[in-house]
Structure formats: C-alpha cells, structure tokens
C-alpha cells in the first residue's frame, strides 16, 4: 500500500554548479513511493505482489502509465489533487546522489476511506500486506491504525514501514512486524540510535509493548537488529564489492526481501538475513534504480548474525 507515491525522476549531471545551467541526462523515469518499489522488489525475487496506490492529476495518469508498461500488478485509487514528482539527482564526478522529494497532495477523508476499501478488496488470500511509506496530509496520525485494523478483520498479517506521526500512530493497533531506521527508531524513544544496543532497547520496546510480534531496527551500514519473543538477532551487513552509490530505496528493497521470504515459509530472522544483503546491494545502484538479485543472493552467504536474549539490551 502507497498512499503517497512519487514518478520518480532519475538525472545525472557531471558536476552541479552554482551558477549557469546544469546539462543532465536523463537516467530513467519510473513508479515509486515505499509500497511500489516494495511490490517492484517482491517481483524481482520471484514472488507476486499487488501494488494499492493513490494517483491524481496528469503525474498520477502517468504513474498508471508506468506501472501498466513495467507489468507491476497494481490497483489504481483515484484521487483530486496531484500524485507528487520526486527528483533523484546523480552528480559523477563526486559519485553522491541527492534525493528531493515533495511532500505531495492532501487527501480527503473520503478519499483515505476509499484507498481502506481498495486495500481490503485487494487482500484476497494474500498472507502479508506491506504499508510503506509516508502518509499524505488530510489524513489522520493514526491511519495506519485503521489499516491494521483492517488487515486483520481480512485474516493477513501487517508489515509497516513508516516514519514520524504516522509511525507513532500505528503502535497501539499493533501489526506482524515492524521496520524501523535509525532516525525513526530514535524518534520513538528520544534517545539516538547508534548501535546495535541502542536498536535492541528499541526493539524490546516495541515487543513489549505490542506494537509488533517482529521488530526490526537498521543501524545503517551496521546492519540491523531482529527481535521477535525468542530473542533479539545482530544481522551484521556484508562488505560491499564495490562503491556504495545511493541509499535511496534500500530500506524498501529490504521490506521487498522480508516480505517475500516471509510469504515463502521462513523464519523472521532468517527473511532479514536475505533483507540486510538486498539493501546492501541497493546501495550498489545509482539513485532508485532496482537492486540486482544475484548480487544480493550473493551477499546474503556473508550477512554475520549473533543472538541474544531478551533482557538483554543495555538501558
């Protein structure tokens, strides 16, 4: 589910001035927002996905467009105010990659009502449903709540990934799992997030809590931490083979990746394994482009995990 999602344009400049005009050559054009490029994911690893999205205006007929010539699986709610542009900017010459993105239109309760009824429509007998991303303004804080709610009364199991209010939101209704970054995770308890620690006393918040079964919490380069009622799991990321370019899109290549081995019968911890080697080889590829399976299946032999005990985080 993409509530807010973007047409994402991908350009490239050789070196971006301060002055006069900046040439750039157009990498690509293409669907995103968190639950498409999740959907996107899921498909490159051989699974099935349907992807629920808002689209308005000229942009949303052409984020329709995109997803129908891509032959992502999708459902289409219609909306009035325009589906946002984001820009990924690719600099070269000093290899950094700069992501500005718009915050996009404000939706009707009406409107936020019909996305909840597309959603349940949409479920069918499918076992998880990723919510990924921002919540557009209009809605409630607790919309994600609402589609938790939902997700259950239909028998599937929630996956959420989101930041700031509607994040907080979302805690008391509960889901499956949880994936938290650094800045999110810190934004839950008001304390910096810089470790492997720091992302236990997280997660063992959240479980005790009842704000997820599955917690998960990145640490960047790090890795991530996976909590579940047997104990907290240090998934140790894999040395890049090469220069890392952009981690746009890394966070929802390793939702993409849980959601998919989740789907296929394993384990929470072993379905982050495979999710911390797929955003690392997100971080292989310029701007939003897709990850490439064969090198994350590649990293995954290398991902490092160590146990603990719940209890166990430092307070």
Known sequence: MTLNPTVDLSWEVGHLADIGKNRARVRSVAAGGGGINVARGVVRLGGRATAVHTAGGEVGLRLNRLL???????????????????????????????????????????????????????????????????????????????????VKQAGARLI?????????????????????NRREAASLTGRDVLGFDDARAVNEHLLTTGAAEVAVTTVGALGAVCSTGHGHTELHAPPLPGEPLSDAGAGDSMVAAIAARLTAGDAPV???????????AAMLTPSTEPFDPETARSLRHQVRTGFQPLGSSHT
């Open 160 to 180: 959420l990934d989101t930041s700031g209010p509607a994040l907080s939101g979302a805690l008391a209704e509960g889901g499956f799992l949880l994936r938290c």
């Open 270 to 280: 072993s379905a982050c394994a495979l999710g911390v080697a797929v955003a690392a």
């Open 68 to 150: 129908d010539e891509e032959g992502v699986d999708h459902v289409s709610v219609g909306i009035q105010d325009e589906t946002r542009e984001a820009l990924v900017l690719f600099e070269t010459e000093t290899r950094h990659s700069y992501h500005i993105v718009p915050p996009g239109p404000r939706l009707r309760e009406h409107e936020g009502l019909r996305c909840l009824d597309a959603l349940e429509q949409a479920v069918g007998s499918c076992p998880y449903v990723v919510a990924s991303g921002s919540l557009p303004s209009g809605l409630p804080a607790d919309f994600y709540a609402l589609v938790a709610r939902r």
